[in-house]
């Protein structure tokens, strides 16, 4: 990115003696970007994500035995499966990443001068989804791929063994790193939403990983029609290899799931153009 | 320039700000009184637009705050110290403030070195001592090099030095021609910084007057005087304009109207000796205290203001 100092009035004739700033979408966006850069817990976060993605990923594929009904990915139809075991536990992280770039502001008191600067209040949430957003899809998509490479020489030679050039390998591989970058905005939407980070992470867990259990306690007719749509299983779809039975097609999960982020979004957006802060 | 035109700010039944209605000049520093609660903050943060007024309005040099292009440029505010994330340093925190409105760094540069946090600037904002908080949160508030400064209780946890520090910053900034509104609760520091004074009490206006004006409404030339024949001294130093207070039977007296020297050469050409002639330095904390004592939302039982400063109300706008 340019810098773009443009301290001078664009009259010249003006003899001006105070230069005139102004706040842009992108100088918002410069300002977001440093911010996210110069906290440790960014690097953390996304280095836990990464070692999630790229280590569970590996280790499974290195202990995986087809002729061990109970080992780990006993289950597991393809290397896809297998490659990307570490998404569940990688989302959390960057989950987490985003709730603290939002719900951290305010937990610190940071957001009353974050919002004095930018008194318009909605770019500054913009600005931060767009930002985690570029991270994360960067970190969690060479997360993915690191995986999958990593675990291929273990898998070499077994049934379920795919390579690069396999239909579909990197449909799912950018497929999971999209995904974990929408997560990441989530978690940003559901931080803006409740303002606390304690709040912003229980939130996330529950609807991530706690609503399926939830759902479980349900007539299992409503389980089939449900299931599908809640915000972890149409994420998995995005990445699966193979549409299991009754789950969507990845293209259609990735849709709800953008609905589901696009709608935590606009509360938040509303939350944060309406309330006092 | 601050106007705030009849703000009104509630939170379900309590009313925090009550119908305020001033108007804060540039040139002069002005100082926001008022007990702890009574809605200076709460104020201020309307003025920069974190919190929306339930009924009136607040323009800042002409404008709503959050119309402004460059607000930073035109309002520098210091709230709660701690508007900081302790997890970033001091430079990196103003660099961000700095990048959105593309304030080049040097001048994040220039503010760290004029609130003398260069040792710090690279340190984790959270080690920061209260004082050192205060400096960056001034640091950001100059940051914009902005038209109207606005610090809510600025001289809070800073050392001797830098309490001296403030007040030649604030009067030096009022002298170049900016407005300064410094809210306290703190009368006594107000008198040696502010010129024009607003007043406030569970959210309501007290006063709008001057530092020089409340002084004198409080009494301020008051002499005590301890002499051999107080009766007498007393029908000595009555005249118009004057007046002597004391109890029956007692050698003190309280004259104000007029000046020691006066006094002393009154008593002396009436042959009245005087044993003590102080002229007394006015408690303004005590007339702030009568002012505002009604309207205190959380009173200690002990030490509570006797009344012997200015009657009720004398303050009036």
């Not at chain 1, 913009?126 to 994360?136: Q, Y």
């Not at chain 1, 929408?182 to 980070?197: I, K, Q």
């Not at chain 2, 050192?132 to 800073?158: C, H, K």
Request: net charge neutral; with cysteine.
């Amino acid at each position: 990115m340019s810098a773009t100092l443009t301290a001078t009035p664009e009259t010249t004739a003006a003899p001006a003696p105070k230069p005139t700033y102004k706040v842009t979408f992108g100088r918002v966006l410069r300002s977001e970007g440093s911010k996210f850069l110069s906290l440790r817990s960014s690097w953390i976060t996304l280095a836990v994500g990464l070692f999630f993605l790229a280590f569970v990923g590996i280790m499974v594929a290195y202990r995986y035995n087809p002729a061990d009904l109970h080992g780990p990915a006993a289950d597991s139809r393809d290397a896809i499966d297998i490659s990307l075991k570490g998404v569940e536990l990688s989302q959390l992280a960057l989950g987490v990443l985003g709730v603290l770039a939002t719900a951290g502001e305010y937990t610190t008191g940071l957001i009353r001068s974050t919002f004095a600067a930018v008194p318009k209040r909605l770019p500054v949430l913009w600005t931060k989804c767009l930002v985690l957003f570029g991270a994360a899809i960067v970190v969690a998509t060479a997360g993915a791929f690191i995986s999958f490479v990593g675990g291929e020489n273990f898998l070499h030679g077994k049934a379920i063994a795919l390579t690069l050039s396999s239909s579909g390998v990197l449909r799912c591989l950018f497929g999971a790193g999209l995904y974990l970058a929408l997560v990441t905005v989530f978690g940003a939407a559901l931080g803006m939403l409740v303002r606390s980070v304690a709040g912003g992470i229980a939130l996330l867990v529950g609807i991530m990983m706690l609503l399926p259990v939830f759902l479980d306690m349900l007539p299992s007719s409503w389980k089939t029609d449900v299931a599908p749509y809640l915000p972890g299983t149409a994420g998995q779809s995005i990445y699966s290899l193979h549409t299991a039975p009754g789950a969507l097609s990845s293209g259609t999960g990735l849709w709800v799931f953008v609905a589901w982020v696009a709608a935590a979004l606009i509360g938040a957006a509303y939350r944060v153009v309406r309330s006092d802060s | 320039m601050i106007e705030l035109q009849h703000l009104v700010k509630r939170y379900g039944d309590k009313t925090a700000v009550d119908d305020l209605h001033f108007t804060v000049k540039p040139g002069v520093v002005t100082g926001f009184l008022g007990p702890n609660g009574a809605g200076k903050s709460t104020t201020m943060r309307m003025i920069l637009g974190l919190d929306a007024p339930t009924s009136g309005s607040v323009t800042v040099n002409g404008k709503r705050y959050a119309q402004h292009a460059a607000p930073i440029q035109e309002v520098g505010a210091l709230l709660e110290a701690r508007s900081i994330h302790p997890g970033r340093s001091a430079h990196n925190h103003l660099l961000a403030l700095a990048l959105t409105h593309g304030i080049p760094r040097r001048r994040v540069d220039e503010v760290i070195e004029l609130t003398g946090l260069g040792k710090v600037a690279k340190k984790r904002a959270g080690a920061f001592s209260l004082g050192m908080g205060q400096r960056l949160g001034i640091a950001a508030a100059l940051l914009g090099d902005p038209q109207t400064i606005m610090l809510d209780e600025p001289v809070n946890g800073l050392d001797p030095e830098g309490v001296l520090w403030i007040r030649t910053l604030l009067t030096s900034l009022a002298a170049e021609g900016r407005t300064v509104f410094v809210s306290s609760h703190l009368m006594s520091e107000m008198a040696l910084t502010a010129t024009d004074l607003v007043i406030i009490g569970r959210g309501r206006l007290m006063a709008d007057t001057t530092v020089a004006e409340f002084i004198e409404q409080a009494g301020g030339d008051s002499v005590k005087v301890v002499s051999s024949d107080a009766a007498r001294l007393r029908e000595a130093l009555l005249g118009p304009d004057v007046t002597v207070t004391g109890e029956a039977g007692s050698e003190t007296l309280a004259v104000s109207g007029l000046s020691a020297r006066q006094i002393g050469q009154a008593a002396a050409d009436a042959g009245i000796a005087v044993f003590e002639l102080t002229p007394q330095a006015v408690s303004l904390e005590e007339a702030f205290m009568t002012l505002t004592g009604d309207t205190v939302e959380y009173r200690s039982n002990a030490g509570t203001a006797s009344k012997n400063g200015a009657p009720e109300g004398s303050v009036a706008a």
